[in-house]
């Protein structure tokens, strides 16, 4: 491919806005219809131009190739609450039992780009666009306090230009620039966001900044991180993977500097993971992958509904969640010349636990376990068609309603997925 030609692809790259969303988390599981098909693995087996995403030293051993692809995500978010839950409100006790569905949106399109030319043998550019991850509910029913229509939307989008190159016929090292936007918007928060903080002076809301905590529309706010990853082949039949993404340092949400930690701040939390490689056979390679999530050291993320903190202050409320680790396993089995299978498993410890049931309301999370399945057929001879499918099996967790805020009860949030993806590659 001439350079003008990669310029073109990367420009645009650029347009492919994602309706991200995901379930390590809010992190995706898999960053490619490939890597999905196999449990998200890819640290020491990169397959196609999304490698990057996962480790980028894998970029410069999958050749001159461009890939294209798009996913159709239908998660199922619930949230039940006891049938002796109530809460209490300015008209009196409220019973507040019963099913509320949070799927105003049921499928999402996700897209997926990835292009990547060698310098020469032991070199290569590229990039990889996709979205990083995310989270959506739209409840058109919900209980007090929050209103009709509460709700979240977050999406990532990453475009990572990467270097990749061979230090010796064994070793590739890798580095990407994770260019990101991101966008937010929060619905039905008023009455959270005004109310008075139990025992605090009369006219303190729980916002700092109510007019700056829901209903504004989306915000949009931008950053620059990098990853960097390492791949040896430690034998003909054997290879092992590090990769680590710095936390990405975002402008702050200012339409929410009064719902998100430190002034509407929402950072990308570092990353880090291992992965090995092992071609079992001549047609059968399986791989595996542990990744760390350090959602922990993000405040808005991490931070509890403290006592006496306020919205958008410093230590502001945030979801509680805590950091996780995911564990990949993938096998691919090459059929024949033009017919390559997969299969995988994702695990990932589950970030909600139950001491901050009611604010995650917004962001039930909790899924734990994919099964994946996924296929490429060679449709030419530089031409691929690769699809994938995964369920994300249901889980939930339980948690006491916080009787500081008038209720009584207990709260359960719940999740499922179903993902079809397709994609394709040039080999050119």
């Known amino acids: 491919m001439h350079l003008k030609k990669l310029a073109l692809s990367l420009a645009l790259a650029g347009i492919a806005l994602p309706a991200a969303h995901a ?132 999406q990532q989008l990453f475009i990572a230009p990467t270097f990749a190159m061979k230090v010796n016929s064994s070793n590739s090292i890798g580095v990407s620039l994770n260019i990101v936007h991101q966008s937010f918007r929060a619905n039905g928060l008023s009455n959270l966001c005004n109310a008075p903080v139990p025992g605090a002076p009369a006219g303190t809301t729980l916002s700092a900044n109510p007019s700056a905590c829901t209903d504004n529309g989306h915000a949009d706010s931008n950053g620059v991180g990098v990853r960097i990853g390492w791949i040896g082949q430690l034998t003909p039949t054997f290879s092992v993977g590090a990769t680590y993404q710095s936390e990405t340092h975002m402008q702050g949400f200012g339409k929410y500097s009064g719902l998100f930690a430190n002034a509407g701040q929402f950072n990308i939390p570092a990353n880090f993971g291992v992965g090995v490689a092992w071609k079992a056979t001549p047609a059968m390679t399986v791989a595996a992958d542990v990744v760390r999530i350090d959602y922990g050291s993000i405040p808005a993320i991490a931070n509890g509904m403290l006592p006496g903190q306020l919205g958008g202050q410093t230590n502001g409320p945030g979801f509680g969640w805590k950091s996780i680790n995911v564990y990949k396993l993938g096998v691919a089995y090459q059929y024949n010349e033009a017919l390559t299978l997969r299969a995988g498993w994702n695990h990932g410890d589950n970030p909600i636990d139950s001491s901050n049931i009611l604010f995650n309301t917004l962001a039930p999370g909790v899924v734990k376990d994919h099964l994946t399945l996924g296929a490429t057929y060679a449709i030419a001879k530089n031409m691929e068609l690769s699809f994938d499918y995964v369920h994300a099996l249901g889980n939930s967790v339980t948690g006491q309603l916080p009787s500081n805020f008038g209720f009584t009860g207990t709260e359960t949030l719940s999740m499922s997925q179903n993902v079809l993806g397709v994609s394709l590659g040039w080999k050119y």
Not at 27 to 53: E, H, R
Request: no cysteine.
């Open 23 to 154: 379930t390590n988390g809010y992190f995706q599981p898999g960053f490619s219809v490939k890597s999905v098909g196999m449990g998200g693995v890819g640290i020491a087996f990169p397959q196609d131009a999304l490698a990057a995403a996962i480790n980028p030293a894998g970029m410069v051993d999958i050749g001159n190739r461009l890939d294209f692809g798009v996913s159709a995500f239908q998660p199922k978010r619930d949230a039940s609450l006891s049938p002796d839950a109530t809460v209490m409100t300015p008209m009196g006790v409220y019973p507040i039992g019963g099913s509320y569905g949070g799927n105003d949106t049921k499928t999402f399109i996700i897209p997926e780009f990835g292009v990547n030319y060698m310098l020469n043998p032991t070199m290569s550019v590229g990039v990889s666009v996709y979205g990083n991850g995310g989270l959506n509910t739209g409840y058109s029913k919900i209980f007090p306090p929050f209103n009709p229509g509460t709700g979240v939307d977050l």
